[in-house]
Nanobody, 122 residues
């Protein structure tokens, strides 16, 4: 059974940092690209960052570029996103999912987890 579990969210002041983790099980993790998405109340789910299966290539939404860093440890079946200089606009539930494609579209991803809440206070 494929499962992705996000963790690491919390409440942080603007300018602070958090590191989210996405732990996978039930699949050959190292063969899948991984994406992070977020969804704020009343808004559509939006792309945040993605990383290819090898970890060699990454891509970010303009809104987080320069502040967020995605990485992965295939030995641990885990993908991370280090989030620095957080802003109130970053407040959302964050989700990870896998894809066989290099994509920024949620529709191209599968097995999204339950999400982890990030709240940034001003």
């Amino acid at each position: 059974q494929v499962q992705l579990v996000e963790s690491g969210g919390g409440l942080v002041q603007a300018g602070g940092s958090l590191r989210l983790s996405c732990a996978a099980s039930g699949l050959t993790f190292s063969t899948y690209n991984v994406g992070w998405f977020r969804q704020a109340p009343g808004k559509e789910r939006e792309f945040v960052a993605r990383i290819t299966y090898s970890g060699r290539n990454t891509y970010y939404a303009d809104s987080v570029k320069g502040r967020f860093t995605i990485s992965r440890d295939n030995a641990k079946n885990t993908v991370y996103v280090q989030m620095n200089l957080l802003k109130p606009d970053d407040t959302a539930a964050y989700y990870c999912a896998i894809s066989g494609r290099v994509s920024t579209r949620w529709a191209d991803y599968r097995y999204g987890g339950q999400g982890t809440q990030v709240t940034v206070s001003s």
